[in-house]
Every structure is written in structure tokens, then in C-alpha cells.
């Protein structure tokens, strides 16, 4: 580590204007990827759910053909904007000296213990969102307590945009229907939104890794409540969850390319490819739900949120910083 960056660490370069933060950078592109995933027709009632676009349940399945075609042809218009439009060389610090080691000598970005455990971490994140996001409907309709019969009453329930909200299942008790959990979806996604901006708010302010560690534990003791079956608790920690998980991708990239100067574009692209996590551990969630119930399987992010949380606290030592990175919108080299 140099001298000069004992005092404070900062992500630098001029990718998106002049002497721009990295980790802030990241929080801002990300942020826009999160607004995009919530009106996009992945997790998003409101596209082809039962509003928004006056998409119901019926909707034909031309007619979703013909909305998922739009949506494509919009993706390949952008990607080949992307691909024309200038893009600055990025600029990283230097701060393991990899770029001026010689071919003989030169490290490997394996050899930095925040970079490898960052793929880490990134893989077991996006495993537990991936999972909490894949089974949240059936956590709605399988594990929510009884609702009181007076919900079901005329004018709660039966009528408007609540019609079809209560349904009897087949226990006999009075639950959420998969309509009603579809629409209580985007009341996580808009939780996730809300945590991702006060998080960046938060980042400017305190070092990246100990928000990260903090949320992390935050979101791992969530899921211990959820995998206790608290009733009503338990429902409101899987909402809170989504608020906690909302700034991990963008710190957990940034602390993990932090000083490495021009190999930052190949651990980027290591990091990145992490997210395979998302099609491997949400099977392995599903089998414990399988041989047990649902909000036993939360056992399994819990694991997760843990090592993330393991990593955020333990980065300074990983990455030898002798102070905190703050991800921020001022400042530069």
C-alpha cells in the first residue's frame, strides 16, 4: 500500500466524468438496474400481472408474445447503442503495485484474498436473493398465518383492486392467493428501491465494508426469524429483507476490485459472473422446503447473508486497508 492512501480510500476514474468515485458509480448504475428489474416482467405484477398494462390472468398467450417481443427488439435497439457509443479507458488505482510488476513477477488477482472471497460472497448473495425472490409467492400462501374471516368481508376483500386477494385454502383456514402474493411482490421490490437509495445516502457517509457487514447481519437475523415461523414477525422480516439486500451487489463489487489498478476490468467480469449462484443454491432451498416447510428452507440464505456478513468485517484485513473506503459522490484522485 502506498503512504499516501493511509488516510482514505476511494474508488477513482474517469469511466462516467471526470474523477468520478468508483464504489459510487456502481451504487448509481445499480441503482438504475434495480429501478429497471421492478418494471421489468421478471418479479413485476405490474407488467404482466394484473394491472399496469390491463394484463390479468387471462391474458392470451399472443398477446404476452407480443409484449415480450417489444421488450426484446427495446434490448437489442440499446445493446447496439452500447456497443457504438464511446467508452472512456477506466482508471484504477494501483495499490498492490500489479501493474508495475514485470511477466515473470506479475501477481495474480487470485493472490488477493478480497477479491477471491468477494466472487464468494457475490455468489452466495445473489444464491439467497434469488431464492427469498423465487419463493416469496409461495411463502405467502403456504406460511402466512391464518387472516382474520372478517377480511373477507364485503368491501375489504371482494371488490376492486383487493377482489380475489382472500382465498380458502385447502386446510380450510383463509390465506393470501397467488394473486395477492404476486401484488404484495412489488411491495418488496419497492422496499429493495428504498433501501438501495438511503443506502447510497448511508455509503457516502460511513466505510462501504461496515455497511456491508451490518446489513448483512441485519438480513442474517431477519431469516432466523423467518425460519422461526413468528407468525405475523416473520412475515414483516421477509419484507425487511428486501430493504437489507438492496445495496450487497454494488459494495461487494466495489470493496472486491478495490487496488487493482488495470486487472479491475478482469476481476469485474469475475464478479459479475458470480451471479450463477442464482441458478444453483434456490434448488438447494427448494429441497429442505420440500422435506420440511418453507420457512425452514430460509435456513439456507441465512447461511448465506452469513458469510457475506463475514467478509464485510473481516475486508480490512483481506484487502490490508488501513482505513475505510467510503463510497462517495465528491472527491476524486
Not at 52 to 58: K, M, P, R, Y
Not at 120 to 149: D, E, K, R
Not at 191 to 205: E, H, N, Q, V
Amino acid at each position: 500500500m502506498t503512504e499516501g492512501s493511509h488516510a482514505k480510500y476511494k474508488f477513482t476514474h474517469n469511466l462516467i466524468g471526470a474523477h468520478r468515485a468508483e464504489g459510487s458509480r456502481i451504487e448509481r448504475v445499480v441503482a438504475v438496474v434495480a429501478k429497471r428489474e421492478k418494471f421489468s416482467g421478471a418479479h413485476n405484477p405490474f407488467l404482466l400481472g394484473d394491472f399496469g398494462l390491463g394484463v390479468t390472468n387471462d391474458f392470451s398467450v399472443r398477446q404476452r408474445f407480443v409484449w415480450l417481443v417489444a421488450i426484446g427488439v427495446i434490448v437489442i435497439i440499446l445493446a447496439i447503442v452500447f456497443f457504438f457509443a464511446p467508452m472512456p479507458n477506466i482508471e484504477m488505482e494501483d495499490d498492490y503495485h500489479i501493474d508495475e510488476s514485470t511477466p515473470d513477477t506479475r501477481q495474480s488477482i487470485w493472490s488477493r484474498p478480497h477479491f477471491w472471497m468477494a466472487v464468494l460472497a457475490q455468489f452466495l448473495y445473489v444464491a439467497a436473493q434469488a431464492g427469498i425472490f423465487s419463493f416469496f409467492i409461495n411463502y405467502m400462501t403456504s406460511q402466512v398465518p391464518p387472516v382474520p374471516a372478517s377480511w373477507q368481508a364485503h368491501g375489504v376483500s371482494n371488490t376492486g383492486f383487493f377482489s380475489g386477494w382472500i382465498e380458502t385454502h385447502p386446510s380450510g383456514a383463509l390465506g393470501f392467493s397467488n394473486k395477492a402474493a404476486s401484488n404484495l411482490a412489488s411491495l418488496g421490490f419497492l422496499c429493495f428501491l428504498i433501501g438501495r437509495f438511503t443506502g447510497s445516502a448511508i455509503l457516502k457517509k460511513f466505510a462501504a465494508h461496515k455497511v456491508l457487514g451490518w446489513y448483512s447481519a441485519a438480513t442474517v437475523a431477519l431469516c432466523l426469524v423467518i425460519f422461526a415461523k413468528l407468525g405475523w414477525v416473520s412475515v414483516i422480516c421477509v419484507f425487511l429483507t428486501y430493504f437489507f439486500m438492496s445495496i450487497m451487489f454494488p459494495t461487494i463489487f466495489a470493496l472486491g476490485i478495490f487496488g487493482l489498478g488495470q486487472s479491475a476490468k478482469k476481476a469485474s467480469s469475475f464478479i459479475v459472473m458470480a451471479i450463477m449462484g442464482g441458478a444453483i443454491l434456490p434448488k438447494v432451498m427448494g429441497a429442505v422446503a420440500d422435506r420440511y416447510d418453507l420457512s425452514r428452507g430460509f435456513i439456507v440464505p441465512t447461511l448465506c447473508f452469513a458469510f457475506v456478513a463475514f467478509y464485510g468485517f473481516m475486508w480490512p484485513r483481506l484487502s490490508k486497508a488501513e482505513g475505510g473506503v467510503t463510497v462517495s459522490t465528491s472527491g476524486g484522485h
